[in-house]
């Protein structure tokens, strides 16, 4: 047992007490700083606290000179406290200024101190101040006084939290919890809409209640007895998903195993615990050691490992916390807050009611983003920071129109997104009343407008939104959304309830798409420089003939005798059709052959996703029924711009001559081959661009339900002649701003086109 644990543990007690005080923050932080020179033995205690631009504000001490408090400000890059800062480490050092980082500040009175011994303060996942105490004699902190500072500094935490917030406010105590606005965050939207609602952290939060335990010998045994239980269940988790798994995931699990066994890590625990901490607290102040790393590791695996260690970390405290540790989502005003999130949580949360989802994780096709879509709820990711600055309860404001969070917004942002959401259910309930009617132009042509769906849970939007059918199914989300891969029977399961669901209204089966940003762990798969333009879609499907297969049984036992429309993504050249074709034949001859049962109707269709197939058209004329323009992917290749990277993402746009072209000439290839055209990328759910689609010909267009309304409503108003006739001109001469003159002329066509 480390030498000065009872001092630790009297330091701690102390502690309690003056977290328990009533006292103002200062004087109970003036307090703290004493208990701790006294208890560490040391001449100089300070506190300094990180302020919004990264600064570092002294704001109490025992042995420096009173009048510096509040004064003496160190920028983010200066002296020792910033390099702690910095770099999220403790530092300890003999003599302090001869060390290159040490910055003099004359008003303190530091001259007569030599050893510095500095920790990070830190709090969700962010360095909040710096804790630092200092003694006139040079000498080396030994490693059980860190040890000790720190698991101080993570009382002290809280305390110090509570300085960067002001008073609970009087004029609204049921929308903000505490404290001055906390700003606003940016991020990819992943659903659309609006939330408001009050933060629940899926990471378990530690409250300040509960950092000191009563009895340290049932608190080692209550640590001891979830360290115990926390193995078990990895064990049985590898048991089960193990075998199924492969090797290389197997390999993961076994890395992930071996953490949860390490017993420096018990050991750090235990420790924790000994010096007064609950086992709770104990996991806390681990847990943000390892964030804090993850935070400054560059390095993607060590990152992994961080991600790993946290995320046992948090399993350990689930385990302890046990019901009630679990994140209370109430009723309909919840907004869940997560670093990462597995498909079937949000699923579990999303029962009780959530009116938003707010991720630190990037990818907009992660399984936790697919789920979100499919159920409605407004969800933005990749925000970084997002946990560090979100607050268990606080209010926010989830704007996935824009990408954007407000934390704790004061009364002129709140006011301005209840007038915003007041228009929004206004437009709703016009685009509502346009349900039953058809998408019909002024001029007489009919426009199919339909869904796109990956999950059966999508498809309550078809009857809600008015859709005329369910224009891409992206079958490859019922892999990516559960553990191991789907089995035959599973397959045609969920084909024929989303079948079933659609009610004889058409539906597009877009065969396995995966690949690319859609990566299956279970399948293996190796990493790529690009996956964007590698080994994915039709290709990864054409070389796992088994897997494809199966899928294409699955689709004709699902269509039985009624009708099948399949689709095979990311076509580059005719061959890749004929194989994938002559594959789904095979199935339907094999089903007749077996069962006597064969589609009624069989149709057969392409996605346009690579620039290529377009100039390929006319030697598909007889073999394929439709073409549907996959814009997500086209975009991207066309225009050379990574659909995952934000700054180049939202770079190029379609309406643009160079595109408009391209699209208008494998129209007219295709309608000269009797080749049917339709869209389904998400750029038809901006009316401006749907509107450019059915000028060229394209009569069915597939897109999220909420985009539905919109475009059927700009569809009614115009008269689709006039609108080509006008897009051609421009088409033909452009000059200036061409997006810009398109908006113009579907302005004049009466198109609201103040959100395009
Ligand atoms: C597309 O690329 O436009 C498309 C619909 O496919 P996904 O977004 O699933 O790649
Ligand atoms: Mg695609």
């Known amino acids: ?124 996942g962010g360095v909040t101040g710096v804790l630092v105490v200092q003694n006139r004699t040079e000498r080396t902190y030994r490693e059980e006084e860190v040890d000790t500072l720190q698991t101080i500094s993570m009382v002290l935490a809280e305390i110090v939290h509570t300085l960067t917030l002001s008073p609970a406010p009087q004029a609204a105590p049921d929308r903000r919890m505490r404290g001055p606005g906390g700003g606003s965050l940016k991020g990819r939207i992943f659903c659309e809409g609006l939330g408001f609602g009050r933060a629940v952290l899926h990471d378990p939060v530690v409250p300040a209640a509960k950092f000191f335990a009563a009895d340290q010998v049932e608190e080692a045994e209550r640590l001891s007895q979830g360290l115990v239980d926390l193995r078990t269940s990895i064990d049985r988790m590898m048991l089960i998903d193990g075998a199924v798994l492969g090797e290389d995931p197997r390999d993961v699990m076994e890395a992930y195993r071996l953490l949860a066994y390490d017993s420096s ?62 994140p209370q989502i109430t009723g309909d005003r919840s907004v869940l807050v997560a670093r990462r999130l597995g498909p079937a949580e949000l699923l579990e949360y999303s029962k009780a009611g959530l009116k938003g989802l707010l991720m630190e994780e990037a990818a907009a096709s992660s399984h936790a983003a697919i789920v979100a879509r499919a159920l409605g709820i407004p969800a933005i990711g990749g925000i970084e920071g997002l946990t560090t600055r979100i607050e268990q309860g606080d209010y926010v404001i989830v704007d996935a129109e824009e990408g954007t969070v407000h934390i704790r917004p004061d009364d002129a942002v709140y006011d301005a997104y209840q007038s915003r959401e007041a228009l929004r259910s206004e437009r709703q309930a016009a685009y509502a009343k346009l349900k039953g009617l058809p998408a019909r132009t002024l001029d007489g042509t009919d426009i199919s407008l339909m869904l796109n769906a990956g999950l059966d849970l999508d498809l309550d939007m078809l009857d809600q939104a008015g859709a005329d059918g369910v224009g891409l199914f992206r079958t490859e989300f019922q892999f990516l959304v559960s553990e191991t891969l789907p089995r035959l029977n599973d397959q045609i399961t969920l084909y024929q309830r989303v079948l079933k669901r659609a009610a004889g209204r058409p539906v597009v089966f877009r065969t396995l798409d995966l690949g690319g940003d859609k990566v299956l762990p279970a ?148 309608t000269a081959h009797n080749i049917r055209l339709s869209v389904c990328g998400e750029a038809t759910a901006s009316p401006p661009v749907a509107l450019c689609f059915a000028a060229l010909g394209y009569t069915s267009l597939s897109m999220a339900a909420s985009a539905i309304g919109p475009v059927k409503q700009a569809l009614r108003k115009v008269d689709l002649g006039a609108f080509r006739a006008g897009l051609l001109a421009l088409m033909d001469k452009p000059n200036g701003s061409f997006r810009n003159q398109v908006l113009a002329l579907a302005a004049e066509h009466g198109i609201d086109t103040a959100d395009s």
């Open 1 to 124: 047992m480390p030498y000065n644990m009872p001092a630790t543990r009297v330091l701690m007690n102390n502690l309690r007490q003056v977290m328990a005080e009533d006292g103002d923050t200062r004087s109970r932080l003036d307090h703290v700083v004493r208990l701790i020179a006294s208890t560490m033995v040391a001449d100089v205690c300070s506190i300094y606290l990180r302020e919004p631009d990264g600064a570092l504000l002294l704001i109490a001490t025992e042995g420096l000179k009173p009048e510096a408090v509040n004064k003496t400000r160190l920028t983010a890059f200066e002296g020792l406290v910033g390099f702690v800062a910095r770099t999220a480490e403790p530092i300890s050092i003999e003599d302090a200024p001869r060390h290159p980082a040490f910055s003099y500040r004359p008003e303190t009175g530091e001259d007569p101190f030599h050893a510095f011994l500095g920790v990070p303060i830190l709090r969700t």
């Open 265 to 326: 890590w018990a050991e750090k625990l235990h420790e924790g615990v000994r010096s007064g901490l609950s086992a709770e607290a104990s996991v806390d102040r681990v847990r943000r050691e390892h964030r804090a790393k993850l935070q400054n590791a560059r390095d993607p695996y060590l990152r992994e490992r961080f991600h790993d260690l946290e995320d046992l970390d948090n399993r350990l405290l689930r385990v302890l916390g046990g019901e009630e540790g679990k």
């Open 523 to 670: 399948l293996n798969l190796q990493r790529e420089e690009n996956p964007a333009l590698g080994w994915r879609s039709i290709r990864f499907a054409l070389d796992h003939k088994g897997l494809f297969r199966r899928q294409l049984r699955a689709l004709v036992r699902a269509a039985a005798d009624g009708p099948l429309t399949v689709m095979f993504p990311m076509v580059t050249v005719p061959a890749e059709y004929h194989a994938a074709k002559a594959l789904l034949m095979e199935e339907v001859a094999w089903s007749a052959r077996k069962t006597g049962v064969q589609p009624s109707q069989l149709s057969v269709g392409v996605m346009l996703e690579t620039p290529a197939l377009g100039f390929s058209m006319q030697d598909l004329g007889g073999e394929v029924d439709f073409l549907s323009v996959g814009t997500n992917d086209l975009l991207q290749f066309f225009f050379a711009a990574d659909r995952m990277t934000p700054s180049v993402s939202e770079r190029y746009d379609l309406v643009d001559p160079a595109a408009l072209r391209y699209l208008k000439m494998v129209a007219e290839v295709c």
